[in-house]
């Protein structure tokens, strides 16, 4: 505990200067690293005997038409006599290892109302004594909607983490997530949300090296990455499960994956942002809001439009999704490039210092400020005029 002590010590001294006692501060430091050491300690048997409640680990009897571990406790958590959102939200806690606040990240909801549900999941268990058996052929149908939706969550949680302290880029997630979906898709090849989820993971995975700035401290917009450092494996492999045509989505009625690998491989297929085909996304988008009617959908299918139309047009769509979404950075953060594709300075400044006291990820802040500090000349220069002679 000393020696961590003594690195917290070099890590902070030097920006926040030698304390008046320079050993009182060592000595207190390290009894509180040891106290959340033995805090730590104290827990992990709790959350192993938690984790027997739902699942014994013995290996001693056949383990079932799934031989991965963790999938197995996948199928096994998403018991379809839990809610959708119960079932979910407990596998993520259990199985997935994300925290109270990623889960409620992921659902974009308070984390007590995580912990609410998490809590009540485990009251029904229990008194209604689930059965939480190895799955059988005929269960895997009935749970692979959860089982996606899960891994689906781990992977956005990789692909941009939500605590301030953790990676930008959670890299392991995004790995395991994809080497799960393999699997799932292996046991379900007719399945074509397992396909379409697969596709969407590859093609998101295909650019993570070109996500981050040199330094990795900074988030790169879609337009400001390098593309020839795209992975052209990856994406050649998720635009087959496409069936080879990139605008392709597998069928006369695609799901909400294989919708969103669609709108994926439209970005990934065009050689630059310029060429970038919007009409199709925004028709992708409009189908996507048929099957899965959510305020995020019609926010991203306004950014389309502001690329296909105009940023105006995109606005006017924006503005009225502010009741359900105000409280969210990515819709003040869609404002932000809106406006400021408009001219409208002032008020992009003003929706940009908003996006960065919401955003989680160190590397995002990063990104908003900058384009918020790109501003700063424009700001100087003229008084702003506001559409409809309103001040925003």
């Known amino acids: 505990m000393t020696a961590e002590a003594f690195a917290s010590a070099v890590a902070h001294w030097p920006v926040d200067g030698v304390p008046p006692n320079p050993g009182g501060w060592v000595t207190t430091t390290a009894n509180r690293k040891a106290i959340d050491r033995l805090r730590r300690d104290a827990r992990r048997d709790a959350k192993h005997l938690e984790a027997l409640e739902l699942f014994d680990a013995s290996r001693s009897e056949p383990v079932g038409v799934v031989d991965d571990d963790r999938l197995r406790l996948l199928f096994i958590c998403c018991h ?3 809610s959708m959102e119960a079932r979910v939200a407990l596998t993520l806690r259990i199985v997935g290892g994300l925290t109270v606040g990623e889960i409620a990240h992921a659902f974009l909801v308070q984390e007590s109302t995580i912990a609410q549900r998490i809590t009540r999941a485990k009251a029904k268990i229990r008194a209604a004594r689930i059965p939480y058996s190895l799955p059988t052929p005929a269960d895997l149908p009935e749970r692979i909607e959860g089982v996606l939706a899960v891994l ?3 992977f956005n949680e990789g692909y941009l983490a939500s605590g301030s302290d953790a990676a930008p880029l959670r890299r392991e997630l995004t790995a395991e997530a994809i080497r799960l979906t393999r699997l799932v898709r292996d046991l379900l090849p007719a399945d074509p ?3 379409g989820l697969l596709a969407l993971m590859l093609l998101t995975e295909a650019r993570a090296a070109a996500r981050l700035s040199a330094d990795g401290s900074e988030l790169l917009r879609l337009d400001e990455q390098d593309r020839g450092s795209w992975d052209r494996a990856l994406i050649a492999e998720g635009l087959a499960l496409l069936q080879l045509d990139p605008s392709s989505v597998g069928g006369p009625r695609p799901g909400r994956f ?3 690998a669609a ?3 439209v970005h990934v297929t065009a050689p630059h942002a310029r060429d970038t085909r919007w009409g199709r996304i925004v028709s992708l988008y409009e189908a996507l809001e048929t099957i899965d009617p959510s305020p995020f959908v019609t926010l991203n299918k306004a950014i389309a439009i502001g690329e296909r139309d105009s940023p ?4 006017d769509i924006v503005e009225r999704l ?5 409280g969210f950075h990515a819709f003040h953060v869609a404002r932000a490039e809106l406006l400021r594709a408009a001219g409208r300075s002032q008020a992009a400044s003003d929706a940009y210092g908003v996006a960065i006291e919401l955003a989680g990820n160190t590397a995002e802040r990063a990104h908003l400020i900058r384009r918020r500090d790109q501003l700063a000349p424009l700001l100087t220069e003229t008084p702003e005029i506001e559409m409809n002679g309103e001040s925003s």
């Open 193 to 195: 949300e397992a396909k």
């Open 263 to 265: 709108i994926n491989a």
């Open 152 to 154: 689906y969550l781990v």
């Open 258 to 260: 294989a919708l969103l």
């Open 80 to 82: 379809p006599t839990l």
């Open 322 to 326: 502010r009741g359900a979404l105000g």
């Open 312 to 315: 105006s047009a995109a606005l």
